[in-house]
């Protein structure tokens, strides 16, 4: 059996890493999407399923068992990726802040980093509010954004503006193709 590509993709709130990472999915039965655990408060119309939502507590249990690959505090809250099952055959898809993707790169130097960012700070902020996130996450993740895009840069494997998402969504497939061809 041959080892997963692990694709980690990274960037803003609001650059679209969901919408991508869901299309990704979508129409390649050979990735798996992992599900992450917070403590933050599901948003208004987010659905059960975009995160494993738990209390604090259970949180930190899952910590004091190793459970996480990875896990980090992100404006207050925490966010961690479950061990994923590596037996499975299928390549892995992880959506996650860059605290996280070091780990991970620390722990499987092979994987690949994706960052996305928005086209500009103001479409970012139209896709947060369209969203409908709360004033105060728009804010937060507006101001976060900009130390975010300066480490992406200098820590990413590729670069990719999300302005058009078929254009965005072609080129992670492509780069997940190349990493499977040069698997083989
Ligand atoms: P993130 O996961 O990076 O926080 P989302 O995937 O939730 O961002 O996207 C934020 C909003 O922007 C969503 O309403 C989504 O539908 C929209 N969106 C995502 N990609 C694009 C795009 N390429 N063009 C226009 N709107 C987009
Ligand atoms: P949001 O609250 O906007 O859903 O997510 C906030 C940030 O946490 C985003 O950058 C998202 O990619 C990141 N994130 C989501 N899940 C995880 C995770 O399991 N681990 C880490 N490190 N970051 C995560």
Do not use: C
């Amino acid at each position: 059996m041959t080892d997963p590509i692990i694709v980690i993709v990274s960037g803003p709130g609001g650059a679209g890493k969901g919408t991508l990472v869901e299309a990704l999915v979508a129409r390649d039965k050979q990735l798996w999407l992992s599900r992450s655990w917070t403590t933050r408060a599901q948003r208004d119309g987010e659905p059960d399923t975009a995160y494993v939502f738990v209390a604090r507590e259970d949180f930190e249990k899952q910590i004091a068992i190793d459970g996480f690959l990875e896990w980090t505090e992100f404006l207050g809250n925490l966010y961690g990726s479950p061990r994923p099952e590596m037996g499975s055959g299928l390549d892995i898809v992880l959506e996650i802040e860059l605290h996280g993707a070091e780990q991970v790169k620390a722990s499987h130097p092979e994987a690949i980093l994706v960052f996305v960012s928005p086209p500009s700070r103001e479409e970012q902020q139209r896709r947060l509010q369209g969203r409908g996130d709360p004033e105060h996450h728009v804010v937060e993740r507006l101001k976060k954004a900009e130390d975010e895009e300066r480490e992406g840069a200098k820590k990413a494997d590729v670069l990719i503006i999300n302005d058009d998402l078929e254009r965005a969504v072609a080129e992670i497939q492509g780069i997940i193709g190349a990493a499977r061809t040069a698997r083989r």
